[in-house]
């Protein structure tokens, strides 16, 4: 399956895209749709390799570095961007540990980068954004926002803040032509974790979702295709839940 937009003319910033997860994903579909991407994220060398990979096929991007920790970081990021239609705030950490096994250094590595992080990209691009006379943001959530999940304390506490920083933000930001929105994806298959999920240590959990299956990448393109163009211009504050029916199953 491969869904397209018209995104001809867009500049879009995506944040935390050195790794083959959603960032890069992103990326590369946004980069097939016609929009010039800008990468961010703390590894050069990575986004570089992306960026390259890009024009090979044919598409528009550039790369800056960026710690969304940091706040002068991220304003210096921004500074060289360039103009910014479109922010996808995608970077996120975890420390899987039970909670009394979290350490305080856990709980500042995850919260100061998926929440503080997250806080300080969107108030920052979208300070960018009103100057310009409006934007887009799309925050990147998860479904562990909505309810707990074992040994994931700080990542759950961070992404339920991106909930409703997403609410609040697109209340506060309105005024200035700037449109909020979320994508709240359930277990997805990556690079990262498919050995283990598809494996059979991830039976159990696979079994929790109504659809009997994973998430692919590709099955984020329809809703981040909807939040990036202006098929989704009277939304906001709005979180699009991309879970297989996780949330739905019976206690």
Not at 50 to 69: K, Q, T, Y
Not at 120 to 142: F, K, L, P
Not at 207 to 219: F, N, P, S, T, V
Request: charged share 20%.
């Amino acid at each position: 399956m491969s869904l397209t937009a018209d995104l001809s003319g867009q500049r879009i910033l995506i944040t935390g895209a050195s790794s083959e997860g959603f960032g890069a994903h992103f990326a590369r579909l946004l980069a097939r749709c016609g929009a010039h991407v800008v990468v961010a994220a703390r590894r050069i060398d990575a986004l570089d390799a992306l960026v390259a990979e890009i024009a090979a096929d044919s598409g528009s991007a550039s790369a800056v570095r960026m710690d969304v920790a940091d706040l002068a970081s991220v304003r210096d990021a921004l500074a060289g961007a360039g103009a910014i239609d479109t922010c996808i705030n995608n970077a996120g950490v975890a420390v899987t540990k039970r909670a009394l096994d979290q350490t305080e250094a856990d709980y500042d590595f995850v919260m100061d980068t998926n929440l503080k992080g997250a806080w300080q990209v969107a108030t920052e691009a979208a300070r960018v954004m009103r100057d310009a006379g409006g934007g887009n943001i799309i925050n990147i959530a998860s479904i562990t926002g909505y309810q707990p999940a074992g040994g994931n304390a700080p990542y759950v506490m961070s992404k339920a803040g991106v909930l409703h920083m997403t609410r609040q933000l697109a209340m506060e930001l309105a005024r200035f032509n700037i449109r909020v929105n979320a994508l709240a994806p359930g277990y997805f298959l990556t690079d990262i974790n498919r050995a283990q999920l598809a494996g059979e240590a991830g039976e159990p959990l696979r079994k929790r979702i109504a659809m009997r299956r994973y998430g692919e990448l590709c099955d984020l393109d329809g809703p981040l295709l909807l939040l990036a163009s202006d098929a989704s211009r009277f939304m906001t504050g709005s979180v699009i839940t991309v879970d297989g029916g996780h949330l739905v199953q019976p206690l």
